[in-house]
C-alpha cells in the first residue's frame, strides 16, 4: 500500500509539472506573438545586399541573443521518444521558441537604431549542456540571430 501512496505521489507531482510547464510554454509563445505583432515593420532578410536603388544613412551590427534551457518533463519525454525513434516534438518547441526569441531581440536592436531593415540575417545555434556529480546532463541551447540594420537616409 505504501508503495502504491508513493507511485501515486511521483506520478501527481510528475503531472502538477507537467501542466505547469506547459502553461508557461504557452504563455512563452502567446508574448513572442505579440513582440513578434509590434516589431512586423522591421524588415528581415537573409540577401546579403540592400536594395541599389534605396538610399541608407547608417548600416549597423544588430544581434540577439537568448540561452533556452529544457525542463525535466522535456528530458523525460524525449528519453522516451528516442526509445522507439520518431520527432522529438518536446525539444522542437524548445527550439522554435528560441529562434523566435533571438530574432525578436535582434529586431529590437534594430528599432533603437532607428532602421527599418535588417540584410544578411544569420541565426546561429549552439549547445550548452552541463552535468552534475550524478552524470545528469542538462541540456540548453543559445541562439544568437544577427545582421546588417539599415537606416534609411530620409529618418531623422
Keep these: 500500500m505504501e508503495l502504491i501512496i508513493q507511485f501515486g505521489v511521483i506520478a501527481f507531482l510528475l503531472l502538477l509539472g507537467l501542466v505547469f510547464g506547459r502553461a508557461a510554454e504557452q504563455r512563452h509563445f502567446r508574448e513572442l506573438k505579440q513582440k513578434e505583432l509590434i516589431l512586423r515593420e522591421i524588415l528581415v532578410f537573409s540577401e546579403k545586399h540592400p536594395p541599389a536603388d534605396q ?14 534551457a529544457e525542463d525535466y518533463f522535456k528530458r523525460i519525454a524525449a528519453s522516451l521518444r528516442s526509445l522507439v525513434g520518431g520527432r522529438l516534438t518536446a525539444y522542437e518547441s524548445l527550439m522554435d521558441r528560441g529562434r523566435r526569441e533571438a530574432i525578436i531581440r535582434m529586431k529590437q536592436a534594430a528599432r533603437e537604431a532607428g532602421a527599418s531593415m535588417i540584410f544578411n540575417v544569420r541565426i546561429e545555434t549552439a549547445r550548452l549542456s552541463e552535468s552534475d556529480s550524478n552524470r545528469h546532463a542538462m541540456f540548453a541551447a543559445e541562439f544568437i540571430a544577427y545582421g546588417t540594420a539599415l537606416v534609411p537616409a530620409n529618418r531623422p
Design 55 to 68: 538610399e541608407f544613412r547608417s548600416a549597423n551590427l544588430v544581434v540577439g541573443s537568448v540561452v533556452i
